[in-house]
């Protein structure tokens, strides 16, 4: 009896260290109370994860402020041709958000939850990024050859209306496979999730289509947009080409199937967040929050111009009737002491002939704006420039 006390005192001690001996062990960086399936947001051991949580959340952080400065200066693009992208890179921004809130479902563990919002969202996503981009080479290819652009609204609308197919598709494969087979969530082939992101890639060659030839056309103020959007399209195929022969065939040649399946797809979000990023809507918002170019005046004391552009310049047009006319006969006037002039010729006793000057180098000739500054009058030149010998 007197052993009672004292066993009653380490049953609970003896439990503890039972259950701490049942429990998990913690990996290495989760100190913060993360326990599975969260492990991959904060395990060290497995590096991945970590960096692709970096990155993304990166990436979320660029893409909101980009969003939060376009809203912020969109009184300040007043030009019709500006405007209509900014609903494109806006609605491209959402996209890019979600590529990269996407890949932190890839760090946790599957369930069937996780697995429903892999097939349903990663189609869809991508066609909405996809979709701008290519309503971005349409507008690009119009403002190329007619000089304006379908309004912001309209591209909006149609980007949305494309990405909704892809929508429609992956709610159909989710239906086929888990309600009326009765397969899990998670039981699905490589090859078949690629194959339900054909439409995905329609988008995508079209967009680069429509690059090529926004590219080709002859409006040099847009060709410098079009280049950037023929280089992120380019770029994307690169990325999907990879991903995909990774993701079906090269974990299985490697023998990495199915440990590395989440860390293809995961990286290849988020390489795919940075690349539109980077390469398509910060050159966008740029180019719309640019001022516009102001027409450069004429430098009326550069004699180096040509002189048909000076008259073009000139001050003809402000001059009043009564003046113009003024200046016209005076003109006449001059032209013909000019020809009596070039037609006389005039010698020198000691030298021969002399040969004749033009009027106009030798002799005081007022300008328009001389004569209207003094009022009509006609300006005498002095009497010893009109002297010859």
């Known amino acids: 009896m007197a052993f009672f006390p004292v066993l009653v005192f380490l049953l609970p001690i003896l439990d503890l260290g039972f259950a701490q001996d049942k429990e998990p062990k913690v990996p290495w960086g989760c100190g913060f109370g993360l326990t599975r399936p969260y492990t991959l947001l904060c395990d060290l051991e497995a590096v991945w994860g970590v960096v692709v949580e970096g990155f993304a959340a990166a990436g979320i952080l660029t893409a909101l402020l980009l969003a939060l400065v376009l809203l912020c200066r969109l009184r300040s693009v ?11 890179i806006l609605l491209l921004l959402l996209g890019i958000v979600g590529l990269f809130g996407l890949s932190f479902a890839y ?3 599957r369930n069937q939850s996780l697995c429903v919002v892999h097939r349903a969202l990663w189609g869809v996503l991508f066609s909405l990024c996809f979709s701008c981009m290519l309503v971005q080479g349409v507008r690009l290819r119009r403002l190329g050859r007619e000089r304006r652009s379908p309004c912001g609204c309209a591209l909006t609308g149609l980007a949305l209306g494309l990405a909704a197919v892809q929508g429609i598709v992956a709610a159909e494969w989710l239906l086929l496979t888990v309600l009326r087979h009765g397969q899990q969530a998670c039981q699905y082939e490589p090859l078949d999730f690629a194959l339900a992101c054909s439409y995905v890639l329609v988008l995508l060659i079209a967009a680069l289509v429509a690059a090529v030839l926004a590219v080709c056309s002859k409006a040099q103020p847009w060709r410098c947009n079009a280049v950037w959007l023929l280089v992120s399209c380019l770029l994307s195929v690169l ?8 993701y079906v065939y090269g974990n299985k040649a490697l023998e990495k199937a199915p440990e590395w399946d989440d860390p293809v797809l995961a990286v290849a979000l988020v390489a795919q967040g940075w690349l539109l990023l980077l390469c398509h809507a910060a050159p966008e918002a740029h180019v719309c929050l640019r001022p516009p170019a102001q027409p450069s005046a004429p430098d009326y004391f550069d004699t180096s111009q040509n002189s048909t552009r000076m008259r073009e310049t000139s001050f003809d047009e402000d001059i009043p009737l009564s003046h113009r006319q003024f200046v016209e006969n005076q003109g006449y006037g001059f032209d013909e002491n000019t020809a009596g002039l070039r037609s006389g010729g ?13 009027f106009r180098s030798n002799v005081y000739q007022p300008t328009e704006m001389t004569m209207i500054l003094n009022g009509g009058n006609r300006i005498i030149p002095n009497s010893s420039k009109l002297h010859c010998d």
């Open 239 to 246: 990325l999907w080409a990879t991903w995909i022969g990774f």
């Open 346 to 358: 005039q010698h020198n006793g000691n030298t021969g002939t002399r040969p004749s000057a033009p």
């Open 78 to 88: 007043t030009e019709a041709e500006k405007r209509s992208g900014v609903g494109p």
């Open 107 to 109: 760090l946790i563990e």
